[in-house]
């Protein structure tokens, strides 16, 4: 079973916010005591941040669930609930969220990059917090907002200096394995490397990470094989080692038609890959000694121009670390919408939109005749009535507010600068 993930699935939820206490004062020598209720706690955020020493996004392939904690109950006495832990989860430098339909979300490139991910929901307030002149005794709380919730896909695009491309058995798995810790499956038969593999190699005390990225075959541009999903990996290298095989046997193209080829599909999947700072190394030198060859010839056998190879490729590599810049964070910011608006429903019914009506009906009890009363006020504050109006509600009609639906029975307009009912 393959050790390396570079796309999951991953369901986020932030914690639930605790539920505001009802209660009122129970003291000798105090006959009416006022309200205690304390408020709920709000619920954990979630969060992914970028983890250096995290390799993959195997994690999420078998566990696609994280959910942040909830936020503890109110309680008597005017207790509050204790906030929910955040949640943070990790991902590989290089991790992009998209969401269910596709759309970029974050682009988490560096070390400790965070985007939240789903937000905590508020806790409820506690019965004394109705406390007013006209309502002395207030029989109600409110429950904990419910936190967010969504499904992300998740991408990887490995951060690499150098990325070896090549054909399948070119012998990138041995050269990597050569010259850094990389331990990649080495057979002599194409398509040995499933997965790409990143080595650490040291150049007289210059460190760069090589990438061994699977095999490319003539089409990867267009999606033949695995093609797009290898070929993304190569996106953010900053230099690029094409290799060509020598020995006439491991393929039927010459080593100047495999480079053809390879840079064919490099330009048809991003153009702009052509511009990476490169060097065409012929491989296998050890066994194609008839071979005429005019670049640089190496053997990840004997050893024979490895020195060399990573000596030029140092020089590519500091060159393009100073000419490119490191890849910017990309962090889509979701600021709540200010106010209310009312849309018309396929059904007739009218919708009302709007984060701080939808939460005044989530979390009251509407049973309750005193919470009933409050809502209808907040709803009326926050300019429900008047937008309704403008929209065309007539008594009768059907009002959606979050889940609930209601029948509108009156309407309050403003004509002059004054309000009056009808």
Do not use: C
Request: charge should be negative; hydrophobic fraction near 40%; avoid cysteine.
């Amino acid at each position: 079973m393959s050790g390396f993930v570079d796309e999951a699935q991953l369901n986020v939820r932030g914690g639930d916010g605790g539920a505001g206490a009802v209660s009122f004062r129970r003291e000798a020598h105090v006959p009416r005591g006022g309200p205690d209720g304390g408020d709920g706690g709000k619920g954990g955020d979630l969060w992914l941040y970028a983890d250096r020493e995290v390799a993959s996004l195997l994690a999420f392939r078998d566990r696609p669930h994280r959910r942040a904690t909830n936020g503890a109950h109110g309680r008597g006495g005017a207790r509050h609930g204790a906030s929910g832990s955040d949640l943070r989860v990790q991902v590989p430098e290089g991790t992009i969220v998209k969401d269910a339909q596709g759309n970029v979300l974050a682009d988490l490139v560096r070390e400790g990059d965070a985007w939240l991910a789903a937000r905590g929901g508020r806790g409820g307030r506690g019965n004394a917090r109705f406390l007013s002149n006209r309502r002395r005794a207030p029989s109600f709380a409110e429950q904990g907002e419910v936190g967010e919730e969504q499904w992300l896909h998740l991408e990887l695009k490995l951060m690499a200096d150098v990325a070896l491309v090549g054909f399948p058995n070119s012998g990138k798995s041995t050269l990597i394995s050569r010259v850094s810790a990389a331990k990649p499956k080495i057979a002599d038969y194409p398509f040995t490397t499933l997965e790409p593999h990143l080595g650490v190699v040291v150049v007289d005390g210059m460190e760069m990470i090589m990438a061994d990225i699977p095999g490319l075959i003539e089409g990867a541009s267009e999606g033949r094989g695995l093609g797009h999903q290898f070929l993304r990996h190569i996106e953010r290298a900053r230099a690029l080692l094409v290799l060509v095989d020598l020995v006439p046997s491991s393929h039927d193209s010459s080593p100047a038609e495999q480079e053809e080829v390879l840079l064919r599909e490099l330009v048809r999947y991003r153009p702009e890959l052509l511009e990476r700072p490169r060097l065409v190394v012929g491989t296998k030198a050890d066994v194609a000694t008839d071979i005429e060859w005019e670049g640089l010839r190496i053997s990840a056998v004997t050893g024979e121009g490895i020195p060399d190879l990573l000596h030029r490729t140092a020089a590519l590599v500091a060159g393009a670390r100073a000419e490119q810049p490191v890849p910017e964070t990309y962090i889509v910011h979701r600021p709540e919408p200010e106010g209310v608006q009312v849309e018309r429903a396929d059904d007739g019914a009218y919708v009302v939109l709007g984060k701080p009506a939808e939460r005044a009906v989530a979390v009251n009890d509407l049973t309750n005749p005193q919470a009933l009363e409050y809502v209808r006020h907040r709803l009326s504050r926050l300019g429900v009535d008047r937008a309704l109006a403008r929209a065309g509600a007539r008594p009768g009609d059907m009002v959606r507010v979050g889940g609930f639906t209601f029948e509108y029975v009156d309407q309050e307009i403003e004509v002059q600068g004054r309000r009056r009912s009808r």
